[in-house]
């Protein structure tokens, strides 16, 4: 899947992009770190426009979401639903049957889980076998990327405000 | 392990210390509905001086009414904090101890400079201390 580079409006957001280059997430071995100032748009980048285009063309994906208090929950819930034996406290086993049984996935986003585990490489671990592509929001200047960088190219991907003009905020994203 | 456990750091710092957790940074749904609850009244003077705040971390959207869920994240974060030291300002409550979960790493690195010079301004002229909760531990950072 890729994102061609161009202008991508996302009306109700007031946001503007501009994609200086063509973003390809199929290829497989690459890890996208999204940088940039809060507001940019980074999160709403991944939920407007990157995840309908995976689900458009059918690419399965796991996403942790800025906001993972929901998300446990939800979790526990669709894995005793499928019948999974998910254990009381440990939120990392949680993790890890989920992973475990997503095995279909080939794209994995992660938007700050850094701030969570600022040392996450355990993901990396027990998820390369079968991740195709990585796509990591984060604040952090050090990510672990020695974790990653054996067996996926790293690919930084700046979001950077242009100008707010009033409605809309302009925000150049550009690779490298 | 646990991944989040607020239960467990309102138990062990709930009695002494503020905390700002970035998944509960707000219990209502804009600004100006915080400040309301806050000072039990319609501060027009404060929600103009934190939207003016904001401008300074290209917030330049913000508007006392509008609602939480069109910021973004890390913006959620920074409008909590300026919230917090308007009101510490207002109502000079001095030696407050703030504990921030999850609120720094959730903010670029410009302007998390930006507010921890606001923090140590803070600290200066309230006593105010700055603590960070990361994992199962706090540490002072101002």
């Known amino acids: 899947m890729q994102i061609k580079k161009g202008k991508y409006r996302l009306e109700d957001r007031g946001l503007n992009f501009t994609v200086c280059n063509d973003l390809d997430f199929e290829n497989r071995g690459n890890c996208f770190y999204f940088r940039g100032g809060n507001g940019f748009g980074k999160t709403s980048f991944l939920e407007k426009i990157i995840i309908p285009r995976l689900k458009n063309d059918n690419i399965h994906y796991i996403y942790i979401g800025q906001d993972i208090r929901i998300q446990l929950y939800t979790l526990r819930a669709l894995l005793s639903i499928q019948g999974i034996n998910v254990p009381n406290n440990d939120e990392i086993e949680l993790l890890r049957l989920w992973l475990n049984n997503s095995k279909s996935a080939t794209v994995f986003i992660m938007d700050e889980f850094d701030k969570y585990f600022p040392d996450y490489g355990f993901i990396f671990d027990?998820?390369?076998?079968?991740?195709?592509?990585?796509?990591i929001v984060t604040h952090l200047s050090y990510s672990r990327p020695d974790a990653v960088a054996e067996k996926y190219r790293i690919c930084n991907v700046r979001f950077e405000l242009i100008n707010f003009d009033g409605r809309f905020k302009h925000v150049r994203v550009k690779q490298g | 392990m646990a991944i989040y456990n607020l239960d467990a750091i309102l138990k062990t710092y709930g009695d002494g210390y503020l905390i700002l957790d970035f998944n509960h940074l707000f219990i209502s749904s804009s600004i100006?509905?915080?400040?309301?609850?806050?000072?039990r009244m319609d501060d027009d003077a404060m929600t103009k001086n934190i939207m003016h705040e904001a401008e300074e971390f290209d917030i330049h959207d913000a508007k006392g009414s509008?609602?939480?869920d069109t910021y973004s994240g890390g913006q959620k974060a920074i409008l909590a904090c300026l919230l917090i030291t308007a009101v510490i300002r207002d109502q000079k409550i001095y030696d407050l101890k703030l504990l921030l979960s999850n609120v720094l790493d959730s903010i670029s690195h410009d302007n998390r400079s930006k507010l921890l010079t606001k923090f140590e301004a803070m600290r200066a002229t309230y006593g105010m201390k700055l603590f960070a909760h990361k994992k199962d531990h706090i540490h002072e950072i101002l």
């Open chain 1, 126 to 135: 027990w998820s390369d076998s079968f991740i195709r592509t990585y796509i």
């Open chain 2, 32 to 39: 100006r509905e915080e400040i309301w609850l806050l000072q």
């Open chain 2, 66 to 68: 509008k609602d939480f």
